[in-house]
């Protein structure tokens, strides 16, 4: 990546797979300063922070650049912006930033989704051109509860986005979603697994400050975290102007209604 832009073959490889993984994109002071924020942030008293139902811990923490001078830091990263620009070159607002988090033994789960199937219900967006820019706080490996991804799963018929291939999930999680049949993920990774047939689901695993970009139509999900350790991972969504919400009553925090589009701002994230 040079001059915060993405190469040819990384965007080949999104454009493939529907995701990218960009190792350690942040040093680890970087995290550490973000890191240094989350006990005060989770222990606001804000409908901004989720809950987990079993443990009553913090889930998500929302609309962190509106709480935070470090993550509006983040946000708006060169690093960040420069490659959603590449992806799509037109204006882009920010739709909704958070802090997914999963405690060590904890057994919440995201079930398989596509992020299209709820911004299109629950927010009325009619395209899925939004993206979602992960960075991860904690290292993140097979044992406490990676982001899993079916590649080339964002290049589907549009019927499969339709809600009859969908159910809602309110049970097994504590923050519903709409998730995927569970025929369309059998589907979809043996359409993976022809391509190539160790890669039917990928572990976005990494380093703390390794960063990820993926489609609004590639199928993810992450399993319960049954490690003693942590997995802390930074997550917005970043939506064209041209493509934004049709819903206006969702709470500001779960879709963000202030479409000013995003600037780059450069520098690391220690100094503010
Ligand atoms: C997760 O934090 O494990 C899930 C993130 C997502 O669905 O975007
Ligand atoms: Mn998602």
Redesign the pocket.
């Known amino acids: 990546m040079a001059g915060n832009k993405l190469n040819e073959l990384q965007l080949n490889d999104l454009n493939r797979d529907g995701f990218l993984i960009l190792p350690e994109l942040f040093s680890e002071n970087e995290i550490e300063i973000l890191n240094e924020k989350m006990p005060h942030l989770w222990a606001q008293d804000t409908e901004a922070n989720i809950r987990e139902k079993n443990s009553g811990e913090i889930r998500m923490a929302m609309a962190l650049h509106q709480r935070d001078e470090q993550f509006s830091k983040l946000v708006y990263h060169s690093k960040l912006i420069n490659p959603a620009y590449q992806i799509r070159p037109e204006p882009l607002y920010v739709q909704q930033v958070k802090v ?1 988090n ?1 405690t060590p033994f904890s057994d919440d789960v ?1 079930q398989w ?1 596509r ?1 299209f199937g709820n911004h299109n219900v629950n927010d009325g967006i009619r395209r899925p051109l939004a993206l ?1 820019i ?1 960075v991860y706080l904690d290292d993140v490996n097979q044992f406490n ?1 990676p ?1 899993c991804f079916i590649p080339g799963s964002h290049l589907t018929e549009n019927r499969e986005v339709a809600s009859h291939e969908m159910f809602f999930d309110d049970q097994t999680t504590s923050y519903a979603v709409w998730a995927v049949d569970e025929a369309v993920i059998g589907n979809q990774v043996n359409k993976a697994q022809k391509l190539n047939p160790d890669h039917g689901i990928v572990a976005a695993m990494g380093k703390k400050g390794t960063a990820l970009i993926f489609f609004d139509t590639t199928i ?3 399993p319960a975290n049954f490690s003693p350790w942590k997995r802390s ?1 930074f ?1 917005m969504i970043l939506n064209p102007v041209s493509n934004a919400y049709g819903n206006t009553d969702r709470p500001d925090y779960l879709h963000h209604k202030d479409l000013t589009p995003v600037e780059p701002l450069g520098g690391d994230l220690l100094n503010i």
């Open positions: 997914n999963k995201w989704h992020d979602n992960h509860g982001i993810h999900c992450s991972v997550s």
